[in-house]
């Protein structure tokens, strides 16, 4: 190959992002500067960050501007190298765009550019002990500081970061209640992963569900939906409870401003409190993760599960994945 | 006079609450049992929350049952006691609840039984001293946690917590703007009170003008008054804000609950939190908030403002004040 393919953002996306914001474009192979590394793209990592990188709104990262390859997390292999710590051969993990090439170095972009420790395989990378796992970690450690025994609701518990929260609740251990969509999820998390009760908000009354498997009501709330599912949440918290503002994916896709929750006076009359995190702040003690992630791994305690998509033509498509719901655990996409 | 006036608690609000919500009845004067101080009001406190406590909801306090006396804060003098510390002619702070004669005792009900410090007026332990003043305190200082040369926004800064809100953070090095409604309240605020900066949200674009007075955005709000205007604040927090959750005003008084904030997620790209607390909590730390706040008083660095109304027919009109933005400063009424 001495083409390099990518997609490119074609336009900013109003209600649900999908392949008419992309166009297929091919360039020249990048030639290397003295520093630098050049990475064949191999699995490309979705998040649902990625939805709010497409408007041009000011957040913790700029948009990704009009006509650039669309940004996205990957683990590649090193094809040529003008760096002295990375050879020919290395797996990567970096920054590495809708591409099949990308320049990369270590400390610049979101994701600098690491190498794959000995034995972890890239989905493992791009999974568990990635952006993923480390949102988790930090997440509910720092932010929620969950006690053992207390109550642990996670929304969006069957993706990526919610089932490793679970996880990681369970082994502080906490009671850890999910709110996924659809049996199959729901089954995989009972049975699978070892959430002690999870609820189907396709199928199930939320709030009535909350009521029910949190008779203790809950410490501490792991957001990665907000709208409909953090209202129902909200009525259900402890004293001094801590919601962990991950994410809210139900409204990444919304045309307009959705509602917020109503009732946000819950947080006054239970001393309670909401916060925001995000994740690149904590990128400088991401070994500590990743020690206790693998320990955990190893020793069986963390499962974590991967929705492999493949083919560079199906990257556009699968973005989508993520916001409605096909997705069981971490979405990947392997490009050959 | 013999008997014991009171308002009692007719209906639960729907809505606007006022004068239709109460009934007037006649009882006798209680007798007392030992250890038991018989008070007699002389001013009622009206607070925000009594709205709260007139529905059947959950919250720090039982709601007040319908048949009985509508409970508030009041200073009133010991007529007769059967309590070694207590002496006729003492000036006491309690729950006097909306009636001419209460019952009370020394660590009982939501506020005790507190003789008025020599010097004190019961203007002033209603206001400054009282539950207001330690609202503001304990919320800004121990909640907001602000810092010198940060920015402190205040909603219902008119009010009698929001006034002294602003105060104490001009006292910490802060720059403090305020939101408050209409040109008189405005007026107050710059030229008397000592706020950097107002913004009259009936006749401003509060977003706006959030933005013109706080070019580094803000670094604590507090918010009294929830709805549009917390909504609007949201989109100027500085990273890792701290929004104090004191109450909600605007919507107490709503028949059926109000869409929340549509832009929390503004709390996870700033890594900011909302919290909020009940000062009933912070009752054991009082004597320090009240020592400071007497000093403040006294040099002249905080002032105090009191909106007095009279009579003891007027106490259920009097309530309706301060949800219609009636009040300047803190809403007291002299029974007589």
Same mark, same amino acid.
């Given at each position: 190959?001495?083409?390099? $393919?990518?997609?490119?953002?074609?336009?900013?996306?109003?209600?649900?992002?999908?392949? =008419?914001?992309?166009?297929?474009?091919?360039?020249?192979?990048?030639?290397?500067?003295?520093?630098?590394?050049?990475?064949?793209?191999?699995?490309?990592?979705?998040?649902?960050?990625?939805?709010?990188?497409?408007?041009?709104?000011?957040?913790?990262?700029?948009?990704?501007?009009?006509?650039?390859?669309?940004?996205?997390?990957?683990?590649?292999?090193?094809?040529?190298?003008?760096?002295?710590?990375?050879?020919?051969?290395?797996?990567?993990?970096?920054?590495?765009?809708?591409?099949?090439?990308?320049?990369?170095?270590?400390?610049?972009?979101?994701?600098?550019?690491?190498?794959?420790?000995?034995?972890?395989?890239?989905?493992?990378?791009?999974?568990?002990?990635?952006?993923?796992?480390?949102?988790?970690?930090?997440?509910?450690?720092?932010?929620?500081?969950?006690?053992?025994?207390?109550?642990?609701?996670?929304?969006?518990?069957?993706?990526?970061?919610?089932?490793?929260?679970?996880?990681?609740?369970?082994?502080?251990?906490?009671?850890?209640?999910?709110?996924?969509?659809?049996?199959?999820?729901?089954?995989?998390?009972?049975?699978?992963?070892?959430?002690?009760?999870?609820?189907?908000?396709?199928?199930?009354?939320?709030?009535?569900?909350?009521?029910? =498997?949190?008779?203790?009501?809950?410490?501490?709330?792991?957001?990665?939906?907000?709208?409909?599912?953090?209202?129902?949440?909200?009525? =259900?918290?402890?004293?001094?409870?801590?919601?962990?503002?991950?994410?809210?994916?139900?409204?990444?896709?919304?045309?307009?401003?959705?509602?917020?929750?109503?009732?946000?006076?819950?947080?006054?009359?239970?001393?309670? $409190?909401?916060?925001?995190?995000?994740?690149?702040?904590?990128?400088?003690?991401?070994?500590?993760?990743?020690?206790?992630?693998?320990?955990?791994?190893?020793?069986?305690?963390?499962?974590?599960?991967?929705?492999?998509?493949?083919?560079?033509?199906?990257?556009?498509?699968?973005?989508?994945?993520?916001?409605?719901?096909?997705?069981?655990?971490?979405?990947?996409?392997?490009?050959?």
């Amino acid at each position: 190959m001495t083409i390099n $393919r990518q997609w490119l953002l074609a336009n900013r996306p109003v209600g649900m992002v999908g392949p =008419h914001n992309f166009n297929y474009a091919e360039t020249p192979i990048p030639v290397l500067s003295s520093g630098e590394v050049l990475v064949k793209n191999l699995f490309l990592s979705f998040d649902p960050a990625q939805r709010n990188w497409m408007v041009d709104r000011k957040a913790y990262l700029p948009p990704v501007a009009i006509g650039e390859p669309m940004r996205a997390g990957s683990v590649g292999q090193v094809m040529d190298s003008q760096h002295p710590e990375y050879v020919v051969g290395d797996l990567v993990q970096t920054t590495g765009y809708w591409q099949d090439y990308v320049v990369a170095a270590p400390g610049e972009g979101p994701m600098g550019l690491i190498k794959l420790p000995s034995g972890v395989s890239p989905e493992m990378m791009l999974s568990v002990l990635g952006i993923t796992g480390l949102t988790a970690y930090f997440g509910l450690l720092e932010i929620g500081q969950p006690k053992a025994g207390e109550t642990v609701l996670v929304s969006g518990a069957a993706g990526s970061t919610g089932s490793i929260v679970g996880q990681i609740a369970k082994i502080k251990g906490c009671r850890v209640v999910g709110i996924a969509g659809g049996p199959d999820k729901c089954k995989w998390l009972t049975e699978t992963v070892g959430f002690d009760a999870v609820i189907d908000y396709k199928n199930e009354d939320v709030n009535a569900q909350i009521s029910h =498997h949190c008779p203790d009501k809950w410490d501490v709330f792991f957001d990665n939906v907000g709208g409909p599912i953090l209202e129902a949440a909200l009525d =259900h918290m402890n004293l001094r409870a801590r919601a962990v503002m991950c994410g809210s994916i139900s409204a990444y896709n919304a045309a307009t401003p959705l509602p917020g929750p109503s009732n946000l006076s819950n947080l006054t009359i239970n001393r309670a $409190r909401m916060e925001g995190f995000v994740i690149l702040d904590y990128m400088p003690r991401a070994m500590e993760a990743i020690q206790d992630l693998m320990a955990w791994v190893s020793s069986g305690d963390l499962v974590y599960q991967v929705d492999l998509q493949e083919g560079f033509d199906n990257i556009p498509a699968t973005l989508q994945r993520l916001y409605t719901g096909q997705n069981l655990g971490k979405q990947l996409l392997k490009i050959d």
